[in-house]
């Protein structure tokens, strides 16, 4: 199993910067992907951005040039610095862990992020 608990979400004003966390435990050898995935009010769950165990990234459109993923491999963490933040940018943000041998899908329990106009 693995466990993953997020930090940093918050109220920002549009065009601020926030930096969201994500600290994993447990079975962490058995990650292959971890990533952020957002989901706003009304909407379906979305990817936000990935980083693969060979530091390889994945970014929405919406969120490409403002948004940054990275991994810190010896402290277990993933991390999200958001940029020129826009109202639309207004989710509840999840950690995300994937086990490709496996094909398991581990969740964070989520961070909110809202960006004020």
């Known amino acids: 199993q693995v466990q993953l608990v997020e930090f940093g979400g918050g109220l920002v004003q549009a065009g601020g910067s926030l930096r969201l966390s994500c600290a994993a435990s447990?079975?962490?050898?058995?990650?292959?992907?971890m990533g952020w995935y957002r989901q706003a009010p009304g909407k379906q769950r979305e990817l936000v951005a990935a980083i693969s165990t060979g530091d390889s990234t994945d970014y929405a459109g919406s969120v490409e040039g403002r948004f940054t993923i990275s991994r810190d491999n010896a402290k277990n963490t993933v991390y999200l610095q958001m940029n020129s933040l826009k109202p639309e940018d207004t989710a509840v943000y999840y950690c995300?862990?994937?086990?490709?041998?496996?094909?398991?899908?581990?969740w964070g329990k989520g961070t909110l992020v809202t960006v004020s106009s």
């Open positions: 995300h862990a994937y086990d490709l041998n496996r094909g398991v899908n581990y």
């Open positions: 447990g079975s962490i050898a058995r990650i292959t992907t």
